[in-house]
C-alpha cells in the first residue's frame, strides 16, 4: 500500500492490510483495527491516533485529484459519495 508525503509528493511505504487468504477477517471491525494500525505506523494521517474514526490523511487533497485520472473513474455510469460531517 502507498501514501503520500505532503511535504515532498513522494509516496511512502505503508504496511500491507492482510491479504493472507487463510487467515480470515470476519469482522468488519477486525478489518478497521488492522487498518487502522498499518495508518498509525506509516505515520500516513495527520494525527498520531487514528483508531476509531475516519483520519485526515497526509496530501489527501492532491490524492482526491488523482482519482479523477484513474480508468475506473472515468468509465463510471454511477458514482456514490458520502461526505464528512462539518
Do not use: Y
Not at 16 to 36: F, S
Not at 58 to 70: K, M, N
Amino acid at each position: 500500500m502507498l501514501g503520500f508525503d505532503s511535504e515532498s509528493a513522494n509516496p511512502i511505504s505503508c504496511p500491507p492490510v492482510n491479504t493472507d487468504k487463510n487467515q480470515k477477517m470476519t469482522t468488519k471491525d477486525a478489518i478497521r483495527e488492522q487498518a487502522w494500525t498499518a495508518i498509525e505506523q506509516a505515520g500516513a494521517a495527520h494525527t498520531k491516533k487514528v483508531h476509531d474514526r475516519i483520519p485526515h490523511f497526509r496530501s489527501a487533497e492532491e490524492a482526491a485529484l488523482r482519482v479523477f485520472e484513474l480508468d475506473i473513474w472515468q468509465n463510471a455510469q454511477v458514482i456514490k459519495g458520502n461526505p464528512d460531517r462539518p
